[in-house]
């Protein structure tokens, strides 16, 4: 596609239930990143996937978050036992060869638990 | 770890004057410094970047100035317009040693006509 994409753009989901976010990521491009915005907030990093190498995941913040990239393009980042304080925006970026090359952005996914 | 302080976190100004939004990092290794635009409802988008071989960098109405030796670099705009309203973040990034990209918190430009 022509830019990075997200899906589902809106979620809402039940306290304590598993989500999945998607992003498909410019084609070509080797790197990819999650980020989180909260309401009013700055973007929060939360992992990094670059070609084959081992992502780095230093900005996860609990183990209930995890992140996966198959084949080098589509990644999925998955929370289990959502709490209240996950809500936020979901960003996906993807850039050509990671640091140094701009970084695209998607239009995220709100993720509302309720 | 690496971090990034931007400020103002709120910036409000004339329609056509200049408005200025400075961040500091702490990795000396940064060598990659973008600048992102983001609106209502939509990602963040990049208006410009600046390298650490460069120390200003300009794009019509917009310029970005760096100090690597103090780490911090300064985002510009001339004869702002209200189209200019948004929140602007500035990030570092590009270190050998991590590609990440690390975000300031942000600033809310409003330009009032």
């Known amino acids: 596609g022509a830019g990075v994409s997200q899906s589902p753009s809106n979620k809402v989901t039940e306290k304590g239930k598993d989500v999945e976010l998607r992003c498909d990521p410019i084609s070509g491009h080797t790197a990819l990143y999650w980020y989180r915005q909260s309401l009013g907030q700055g973007l929060e990093f939360l992992i990094y996937?670059?070609?084959?190498?081992?992502?780095?995941k230093s900005g996860l913040p609990s183990d209930r978050f995890s992140a996966e990239r198959t084949g080098g393009s589509v990644s999925t980042l998955t929370i289990q036992r959502t709490q209240q304080e996950d809500s936020a925006v979901y960003l996906c970026?993807?850039?050509?060869?990671?640091?140094?090359?701009?970084?695209?952005f998607g239009q995220g996914t709100r993720l509302t638990v309720v | 770890g690496e971090n990034v302080e931007q400020h103002p976190s709120t910036l409000s100004v004339q329609e056509g004057d200049s408005a200025v939004i400075k961040c500091t990092y702490s990795d000396s290794a940064s060598n990659y410094f973008p600048w992102y635009k983001q609106e209502l409802g939509k990602g963040p988008q990049l208006i410009i970047d600046i390298r650490s071989n460069v120390g200003e960098k300009k794009d019509q109405r917009i310029a970005v100035t760096l100090n690597k030796t103090a780490k911090h670099f300064s985002l510009h705009i001339t004869e702002t317009q209200p189209e200019d309203s948004a929140v602007y973040f500035c990030?570092?990034?590009?270190?050998?040693?991590?590609?990440?990209?690390?975000f300031g918190q942000g600033t809310t430009l409003q330009v009032k006509p």
């Open positions: 970026a993807s850039s050509l060869v990671g640091w140094n090359t701009e970084a695209f």
């Open positions: 996937f670059q070609g084959n190498s081992a992502p780095d």
């Open positions: 990030a570092a990034g590009g270190s050998s040693n991590t590609g990440k990209l690390i």
